[in-house]
Each structure stands twice: as C-alpha cells, then as structure tokens.
C-alpha cells in the first residue's frame, strides 16, 4: 500500500484546510485509516481515524472532520477553525490488522507527510 498525502499549506488562524491521502497498491475499504501529526520538537500524536466509525483526539472534535471515498481510495481531512497549535506536519496511515485506532503501531504503512502551518 502506497500513499500520498497532499493539501497542506499556509493558512491564518481560523481557516480551513482539506487534507487529502490517497492509497494505491493493494487497498481495501476495510483498512482502518488515520491521520497523525508531528510539530517540531514534539512526539507523533493522533488526530483522527476512520474505519467502520470515526476517532477524534479531544484536541480536534468539533473542528476536523475524517471522511473516506473508497471508490477514490482517498481518505480526507476537513479542518476548520484552525490554531496556532494545529502547526504540524500531518501524516496518513492504514492499519491492515487489527483495529486501535490512537495506537501508531497499529497502522502498517505510512505517507509521507504534509506541512500544515497555522500563522496567529
């Protein structure tokens, strides 16, 4: 499984960013899939994930929305009302076997990140 994070960019505090990952190579809509950020200096947290229901770190409810297009094999990131403290690079990821969805070393294959920087 291969993919490809893209629709990252510069944005001022309280705009909206759509964050696309598209999958190729053997895929399935029974992955679990989720997106994951990194800020400088920080570890990898979880932002959200998608499977037979949707996940949320506390941090984002209310403002992200996870959503998947399996004809597509895409999976999106909606994020409205963005903060300073949103400023990460963003990664998807898909998790082939079992299913802990905050758990990084659930997911099996990574893309490769996608800078998301939120000015104040």
């Known amino acids: 499984v291969q993919l490809q994070a893209s629709g990252g960019g510069l944005v001022q505090a309280g705009g909206s960013l759509r964050l696309s990952c598209a999958a190729s190579?053997?895929?399935?809509?029974?992955?679990?899939m989720g997106w994951f950020r990194q800020a400088p200096g920080k570890e990898r947290e979880f932002v959200a994930a998608?499977?037979?229901?949707?996940f949320y770190a506390d941090s984002v409810k209310g403002r992200f929305t996870i959503s998947r297009d399996n004809a597509k094999n895409t999976v999106y990131l909606q994020m409205n009302s963005l903060k300073p403290e949103d400023t990460a690079v963003y990664y998807c990821?898909?998790?082939?076997?079992?299913?802990?969805?905050?758990?990084?070393?659930?997911?099996?294959?990574w893309g490769q990140g996608t800078q998301v920087t939120v000015s104040s």
């Open positions: 990821a898909a998790g082939t076997t079992g299913w802990a969805p905050m758990n990084l070393d659930q997911y099996d294959y």
């Open positions: 190579g053997r895929t399935s809509s029974n992955y679990g």
């Open positions: 998608i499977r037979w229901s949707t």
